[in-house]
């Protein structure tokens, strides 16, 4: 008796596949990512705009399926094509909760990809007034420039984001 060889998939079969599983993140089906990740799924796999399972689950806001990723050891230190890390993504989309679950898993208050664009300068740029506060209360850096020189503040003139410039403004004197 011999034993039996793994299925085979053609390439097209297999794009077909991942297709599915970021899919899967992105509508947050937490259980099914939860098996395929047991049976060896690469907790990292990237699509082809170099967005992880991580980042498609936190920027479309399924908390369940981010601690799922995190507990198997999801990097969220990766950016995706954009320079964007999850934690950032969150803070765009104005998440609060996820950018509080993040912090709490580990990610760095002060995280930052290439660009050198934390959370708090999203925050900023976006008037999320709450994320900022938050950040803030976490310890995130409001003089921390990124790859241009920016801060946060400089970032929320920039965008027209006048209550966050505000609070910023008052904090840093």
Same mark, same amino acid.
């Given at each position: 008796m011999s034993a039996q060889? $793994? #299925? &085979? =998939? &053609? &390439?097209e079969e297999a794009a077909a596949f991942a297709e599915?599983?970021?899919?899967r993140a992105r509508n947050g089906d937490a259980q099914m990512l939860g098996r395929l990740l047991v049976a060896g799924l690469p907790v990292d796999l990237r699509n082809h705009k170099g967005d992880t399972l991580l980042m498609l689950a936190s920027y479309h806001g399924h908390h369940e399926t981010v601690q799922l990723l995190l507990e198997h050891g999801a990097d969220p230190l990766i950016a995706n094509d954009n320079g964007q890390l999850p934690i950032a993504g969150a803070a765009f989309k104005g998440d609060q909760a996820m950018v509080r679950l993040m912090l709490e898993q580990g990610v760095p208050v002060d995280a930052a990809a290439a660009d050198g664009r934390t959370a708090l300068m999203l925050a900023a740029m976006f008037n999320r007034l709450d994320i900022l506060d938050y950040l803030l209360a976490q310890g #995130?850096? $409001? #003089?921390? %420039?990124d790859a241009a020189g920016a801060t946060a503040l400089m970032a929320a %003139? &920039? =965008?027209g984001a006048a209550d966050a410039a505000a609070r910023l403004e008052a904090l840093l004197g």
């Open positions: 060889q $793994p #299925a &085979t =998939m &053609t &390439t599915e599983v970021f899919d #995130a850096d $409001p #003089a921390h %420039r %003139r &920039t =965008m």
